[in-house]
C-alpha cells in the first residue's frame, strides 16, 4: 500500500487526477514566474502557436474555460503585446486571436519549457503508455460527463462533447 506525505493511501482515481493536476500547475507556474506568466496565459499561448489563430469560442472551449474568463486573459496578452486580435474575414461577428511577432517568440521559450517539463513528467513512460493515459483520461472524462448528463443539468457548460472535441484536437497536437 502506497501511502502520501500525509500518511495515508491516495489511490481513488480522482483523487490521484486532483493531485497530479495541482502537482503541473505548481510546476508549471514556478517556471513562469520569471516571464510573468500564469499557467493559464502557458497553455492558451501554446494552443495559439499550434493553431494559428482561434476565436474567442474556439479558444475558450480548448481551455474549458468560460468565455469572460477566456477574454480577460486575451485582453492582458494583448495589452502587453503577445496578442493581437481583429474582425475574422470569413464571419461576420467572429474576432480572431493571433500572436504577434513578440508572441511568437515567447512561445519559443514556452516550447521549452512544455518540452523540458513533458520529458521529465513521462520519464519512465513508453509512448504507447503515453497514449493509453491519454485515452484512459479521455474515457474518464466522458463517463463523468455521462454522470452529469443523468441528472439532467450541465453543470460545467464548457464541458460538452464539442468543446472537448476542440480541447482534444489542440492537445492532440501539442501533447500537452
Known amino acids: 500500500m502506497k501511502r502520501s506525505s500525509y500518511g495515508f493511501e491516495v489511490s481513488s482515481l480522482g483523487m490521484l487526477i ?5 502537482s503541473i500547475r505548481q510546476l508549471i507556474a514556478a517556471r513562469l514566474t520569471p516571464l510573468d506568466l500564469t499557467p493559464h496565459h502557458y497553455w492558451m499561448l501554446l494552443m495559439l502557436l499550434r493553431a494559428r489563430q482561434m ?3 474556439e479558444l475558450a472551449r480548448a481551455m474549458w474555460m468560460d468565455r469572460p474568463t477566456v477574454s480577460r486573459l486575451v485582453q492582458e496578452m494583448v495589452q502587453r503585446g503577445f496578442l493581437s486580435t481583429g474582425p475574422d474575414p470569413g464571419h461576420g461577428k467572429r474576432i480572431c486571436i493571433l500572436l504577434t511577432p513578440e508572441g511568437v517568440t515567447l512561445c519559443g521559450k514556452l516550447n521549452r519549457i512544455s518540452g523540458e517539463f513533458q520529458g521529465n513528467a513521462q520519464k519512465g513512460m ?3 503508455e503515453v497514449g493509453s493515459l491519454r485515452e484512459l483520461l479521455r474515457k474518464y472524462i466522458r463517463n463523468l460527463d455521462g454522470m452529469i448528463a443523468e441528472r ?4 460545467l457548460p464548457l464541458r460538452s ?3 472537448r472535441k476542440g480541447a482534444e484536437q489542440v492537445l492532440d497536437k ?3
Open 126 to 128: 513508453t509512448p504507447e
Open 55 to 57: 476565436s474567442l469560442g
Open 161 to 163: 462533447g464539442l468543446a
Open 152 to 155: 439532467g443539468f450541465d453543470i
Open 18 to 22: 486532483a493531485a497530479a493536476r495541482k
Open 174 to 176: 501539442s501533447g500537452t
